[in-house]
């Protein structure tokens, strides 16, 4: 799939993306770029799209202030960006393997 791009300056979280969850296999590469001065949590969720509420850190991206990356390889069905405190900008890019 294309390359999908959030973004949230200062405190605040990003719309969630809605991973494809009719794609055979589940391949999320993310990564995350920091602008200035930032405090962020990629997390994750298992929950409906139609109704988001339990959110998960991922374990390599939680309370992070620079440049990262993650990959998932289990299902979910959400993926949001949480920038924890600052005033700078976190930008997170989420590629999802599948069709185009």
Do not use: C, R
């Not at 139609?50 to 991922?58: A, R």
């Not at 390889?73 to 900008?89: D, K």
């Amino acid at each position: 799939m294309k390359p999908q791009v959030y973004s949230q300056t200062g405190a605040g979280t990003t719309d969630p993306y809605v991973v494809n969850t009719n794609s055979q296999l589940v391949n999320i590469g993310i990564a995350v770029v920091v602008t200035g001065t930032v405090n962020y949590t990629v997390q994750h969720t298992y929950d409906s799209p139609s109704g988001f509420t339990t959110w998960f850190n991922d374990g390599t991206l939680a309370s992070k202030t620079a440049n990262g990356e993650t990959n998932i390889a289990f299902p979910v069905s959400g993926i949001q960006l949480v920038v924890n405190s600052g005033t700078g900008t976190a930008t997170m890019t989420v590629v999802q393997a599948g069709i185009a």
